[in-house]
């Protein structure tokens, strides 16, 4: 019996000691660490030789560098959206522009890249600053910190580079003893890299346990707190050497009224005295001498030298206005500015021209009217703003451009560029509801105008705002033949009240008056631009605190207006 019990003991002696060890195995594998190393290309998301990871402060971001031939280069968007967005660059040209206030840099993209041009003369690079690679245009890091405030550190093994492009304080902790930097917060996760004691790590987020950190050489992971002590605070050093561009503006003294002057012919210096009698306080006039009649760059010209002779002797500057409006019925021709503009030569025709007539002419400055620029031709249009504000700012005359109120749909004008390189940025600030537009309404009620320079205040300096007000409305019609529309000039309103026997009455919501009538079956609507409607607007703008008010246009107002004008200029 006895010797029959001990095999039996035994046996249920060495199970209990299988299960302890079995048990002592499972609580080894659970509380000891991992020794498992992560994969590092896969950690930093390489997908080939030459990517090269970005840390952007102490992110990772999506977008990835490229190494080549020992440079570093970033692709156009990346270089968009987290550096400058102020390069031009063009791949059927093959050319990469950046404008100063002063020059237009030119790189010829690829094996000649390694030459940069400043107003054609030649500097060498001692690399090559851009190549497409397929349809993608990559720059070098080194070529972009001439034009933007960033620095950057390349790290190999695996490829990655930290970048800075903000300066302020962070916090360091010392590790204490030698441990691991492991991707997420747990004993159990992979090993980024060994840590040493006494190395350096910034202290990104404290947790119970483990605190997030990244190393000196910007790899982002987990420490545990008992290896961490003696938190600092430092500043960070900006060391990118980068010396901020500075665009100078032409400045008229004083507040800016300046009256577009719309003709179709040329008119000298008596028809120009007519057309100012009755005025007061206008100090420039915008005549619409130039008109687009190709995808050249060619314009007409109906300058009249007695005209500026004249505005002078008033002590009136005189803007010329080139414009894409009247192109279609005057020439037979829809400007397509994609042509016009994507082309180094278009362009500068066009600038050459201008500039001629302002130098024949003696022009005080030049005003740009293009309406018709559709969204495949913003960069386009922006970059000949760039190069025409260079030829501008050489004679110290004014570069102006007229731009609807802002909405999502004319972004493409790029407000924010304009209001670096224009000298002033004029607001069209009427056409709320138009002929086409489907819907009877005011052409400038006071919450359309405040808001549209409200929205131009937030990319563009109000010191280079001019806000243009109307001295037209429109007479609405909706009957049996639909919605349609008449314009209404302010010298003829009385008239019409007259005629239709209307009684306008005030509308506090769009702080002009109002009136209606129904005829034949037909519902006439009007908003009027009249003394108080102008008032109202001018009282917005001085609370906006901008650079002036324009008109369109001169010869169909109130004479009575010009007092409202005047008095807002002068206050101003």
Known sequence: MKKRFIPVLFAIVLIFIVAAIAFGAKIMERYSYSKERADLDEYFNLQSDDEIAIILQNDMIEA??????????FDLPTVNEYFTDRFYA??????????????????????????????????????????????????????????????????????????????????????????????????????????????????????????????DDAYIGYVENKHLESET???????????????????????????????????????????????????????????????????????????????????????????????EDLYGISIDFVELLSSSANRKHLIDGLMAQADAYGLDGINIDFEKVRS??????????????????????????????????????????????????????????????????????IDFVER???????????????????FYTRVWSSGADGLNASTLTMASQQEWINKTGVTPAWSDEFC??????????TLYQCWLEDLDSIRAKLQVMQVQNIAGVAEWKLGIEDPAVWDIIAEYVSVG
Request: aromatic fraction near 12%.
């Open 64 to 73: 990835k560098a490229k190494l080549k031939d020992g440079v570093c280069y």
């Open 90 to 215: 063009n791949s059927a040209e093959q050319v990469l522009l950046f404008t100063t206030d002063t020059d237009v840099v030119r790189i010829n993209v690829g094996d000649a890249s390694n030459i940069m041009y400043v107003s054609d003369t030649a500097n060498e690079l001692g690399y090559k600053a851009a190549f497409y690679e397929g349809d993608t245009l990559y720059i070098a890091a080194d070529y972009v910190k001439n034009y933007a405030e960033f620095e950057y550190t390349l790290y190999d093994e695996p490829l990655h580079m930290q970048v800075y492009t903000q300066w302020d304080s962070y916090s360091d902790m010392t590790v204490i003893k030698n441990t691991s930097l492991r991707y997420q917060g747990g004993i159990k996760s992979e090993i980024l890299r060994d840590l040493d004691k006494g190395e350096e790590v910034e202290l990104l987020e404290r947790m119970e346990n483990w605190s997030k950190v990244k190393t």
């Open 233 to 327: 605070i430092y500043t960070r050093e900006n060391n990118s050497g980068f010396t901020p561009l500075v665009y100078n503006s032409v400045k008229k003294d004083g507040m800016i009224n300046l009256a577009f002057h719309q003709v179709f012919e040329e008119v000298g210096s008596d028809y120009l005295s007519n057309a100012l009698a009755g005025t007061k306080g206008i100090n420039v006039l915008s005549p619409t001498w130039f008109r687009l009649t190709d995808n050249s760059g060619n314009f007409s010209n109906i300058a009249n030298a007695s005209y500026v002779s004249k505005a002078h002797e008033l002590g009136i500057d005189v803007w010329g206005l080139i414009t894409d409006v009247d192109s």
């Open 376 to 445: 495949d031709s913003g960069i386009h249009f922006v970059q000949f703003l760039r190069e025409l504000s260079v030829e501008t700012g050489k004679r110290g005359i004014v570069l102006s451009v007229d731009n609807y109120v802002p909405t999502e749909y004319t972004a493409h004008y790029n407000r924010r560029e304009q209001g670096i390189i224009a000298d002033y940025f004029i607001i069209m600030g009427y056409d709320e509801h138009y002929v086409g537009g489907g819907e009877a309404g005011s052409n400038a009620s």
């Open 452 to 470: 549209g320079i409200a929205d131009t205040k937030e990319v563009v300096p109000s010191e280079k705002i001019i806000n243009a007000i109307p």
């Open 512 to 521: 002009q008056n109002y009136a209606e009538y129904q005829a034949d079956g």
